[in-house]
């Protein structure tokens, strides 16, 4: 069966930094893009960073300069490093894959930045 599991979230201070994890099973990991997604209450899902099966990169402008997302294809795992985190990036992070369909999410994992 696929599976996402997210992991990596929790409770960080304002200026802080935290990593997330998404492990894949189930699937020909390499072979798919994987993105990072974020909703926050009230708010629509939005996307967060992209990492092609060939290794492009692409950043919302809110987290550009501040995340950096990765792959590591022989873990089947994608990471997504949040530094210089604000308030605003309190959401709940999600995982999914791309380009080869049908496409997979995750059950994600709550990220929040307070004092």
Do not use: H
Request: net charge positive.
């Amino acid at each position: 069966q696929v599976q996402l599991v997210e992991s990596g979230g929790g409770l960080v201070q304002p200026g802080g930094s935290l990593r997330l994890s998404c492990a894949a099973s189930g699937i020909a990991f390499s072979i798919y893009d994987m993105g990072w997604y974020r909703q926050a209450p009230g708010k629509q899902r939005e996307l967060v960073a992209t990492i092609t099966s060939g290794g492009r990169l692409n950043y919302a402008d809110s987290v550009k300069g501040r995340f950096t997302i990765s792959r590591d294809n022989a873990k089947n795992t994608v990471y997504l490093q949040m530094n210089s985190l604000k308030p605003e990036d309190t959401a709940v992070y999600y995982c999914k894959t791309g380009r080869v369909v049908p496409y997979y999410w995750g059950q994600g994992t709550q990220v929040t930045v307070s004092s």
